[in-house]
Structure formats: C-alpha cells, structure tokens
C-alpha cells in the first residue's frame, strides 16, 4: 500500500482538473452542497494537494492563509479509498508544509469528521454552527508544548 500527496495549485491544470472532480462529486453530488458555495472564488488563494493510493487519485484537500491563520479545508475523499487513512496522510502533509508556525492553524470540521481532527491535536472551539447546509464545529490546532 502505497500513499503519495502531491501538492499543487490552480495554475497546474490536470491535478487542479483532478482536484475539482473530486471536490463535486463528494461535496456537490453526494453531501449536496451547491457549487457555488463549493467552488467559493478561493481557490487561486490556495494551496491544493491530491492523495495518492497506489497510484490512483483518491482525495484532495486545500489549505489558505486567511486574516486569522492557516485554514484547512475541503478534505475530500472518494468513497471507495476511505478508511485507507487518505485523510490522515492528507492531514499530516499539510501540517508538515506550515509547522513551525506562529500563526493559528484551524478548520471548520463536519460534526461527522470532528472525533478524527480531535485525533490529530485540533480542539473544537464554539458551538455548533451550519455550513453549506451541513453542522460544523471551528477546531483549532493545539501546539504541542
């Protein structure tokens, strides 16, 4: 079992290409989030990654510096590469690309996706709020002392 992350942006057309097909068939066809909320304008700001799983495309994910820190975002996988720790992989490449930092790191986790973000040190903060018609929770990464 072999698992690659490849970064990129939108300027690489194909892993870009890749990325997006991703993102609508997980988000937009079967979470039914609109896409236009899915495709937000953001993603030029953005650094994009795919996973690989034995050379097959299996999930994507972005990251963005906003007014507040570095924002994770737009974890998708295929259906048929979950629970083959995609997601983690995924998780710790981009952790790997901003740490050390001094800014805050966070993300607005699916209440669904929360118990595995909380596995990698990200802490829920606030209460529950709706995203794309979907409950969230803001977590924030917790540095390790």
Sequence with gaps: ????????????????????????IVFVNEQKVSKEEEFDGLDDDAVHYLVYFNENIAGTGRRRITKEGHKLERFAVYKNFRGKQIGANLLKAMMQDILPTEKLIYLNAQVS?????????????????????????KMIYQKKQ
């Design 113 to 137: 996706a929360q118990k595995f973000y909380a596995k990698y040190g990200f802490k829920k903060e606030g209460e529950i709020f709706v995203e794309a018609n979907i409950e969230h929770y």
């Design 1 to 24: 079992m072999e698992i690659k992350v490849v970064k990129f942006t939108t300027k690489e057309e194909e892993p870009y290409a890749q990325a997006r097909k991703i993102r609508t």
